[in-house]
Nanobody, 115 residues
Framework: QVQFVESGGGLVQPGGSLRLSCAASRVIFSMYTMGWYRQAPGKQRELVASITGGGSTTYGDSVKGRFTISRDNAKNTVYLQMNSLRPEDTAVYYC?????????WGQGTQVTVSS
């Protein structure tokens, strides 16, 4: 069964950095555009960033210039480097294929930005 496992979240102060990882199992990973999504309490899940199999990227307006998405197809892993974190970045972060989420959502990884 295909699944994604997110990791790397935690508690960080405003202005800090975190690097999230998403490992894919049993899937031809390089074929799919991958996305990092997030869901804050009381809000809908939103796309944060996406990356094609060839490495082309897109970012949500709120994270442009602060977050960087990357992938290692040989390791079936996609990353999200998050810098200059803000309290409004607090959310559970998930990965999945984009634009259609083809895999059941995983547990995600909690990111909390607070002083």
């Amino acid at each position: 069964q295909v699944q994604f496992v997110e990791s790397g979240g935690g508690l960080v102060q405003p202005g800090g950095s975190l690097r999230l990882s998403c490992a894919a199992s049993r899937v031809i990973f390089s074929m799919y555009t991958m996305g990092w999504y997030r869901q804050a309490p009381g809000k809908q899940r939103e796309l944060v960033a996406s990356i094609t199999g060839g490495g082309s990227t897109t970012y949500g307006d709120s994270v442009k210039g602060r977050f960087t998405i990357s992938r290692d197809n040989a390791k079936n892993t996609v990353y999200l480097q998050m810098n200059s974190l803000r309290p409004e970045d607090t959310a559970v972060y998930y990965c999945n294929t984009f634009p259609t989420a083809r895999v059941n959502w995983g547990q995600g990884t909690q990111v909390t930005v607070s002083s």
